[in-house]
Nanobody
Framework: VQLQASGGGSVQAGGSLRLSCAASRDIFRFYDMYWYRQASGKQREYVAILTTGGATTYPESLRGRFTISRDDAKNTVYLQMNSLKPEDTAVYYC???????????WGQGTQVTVSS
């Protein structure tokens, strides 16, 4: 398994969750890391990007509430989600990409459910 996501669960609105994505060493070293999510009946959307150089990108709607980070010693990427809202309910996926060679890896999804 190249990517293994975990940490999903159920939380009340306003709460926090931290998702983890463990990657193989080569992917972690050479690939940009992503978090995506897909709500029921909706298209998949990107949530956060962390490049190999350490740059982060978020959609405007999530900036300030979500934070992507990495632990090099554990080959793990995290998504810290704060002030969660019911509309954050979705299956969250981690992914890794090396755009120069059009290479993508996807982890299995982890369900996040936010109740009001």
């Amino acid at each position: 398994v190249q990517l293994q996501a975990s940490g999903g669960g159920s939380v009340q609105a306003g709460g926090s969750l931290r998702l983890s994505c463990a990657a193989s060493r080569d992917i972690f070293r050479f690939y940009d890391m992503y978090w995506y999510r897909q709500a029921s009946g909706k298209q998949r959307e990107y949530v956060a990007i962390l490049t190999t150089g350490g740059a982060t990108t978020y959609p405007e709607s999530l900036r300030g509430r979500f934070t992507i980070s990495r632990d090099d010693a554990k080959n793990t990427v995290y998504l810290q989600m704060n002030s969660l809202k019911p509309e954050d309910t979705a299956v969250y996926y981690c992914a890794a990409s090396q755009l120069s060679i059009d290479s993508w890896y996807w982890g299995q999804g982890t369900q996040v459910t936010v109740s009001s």
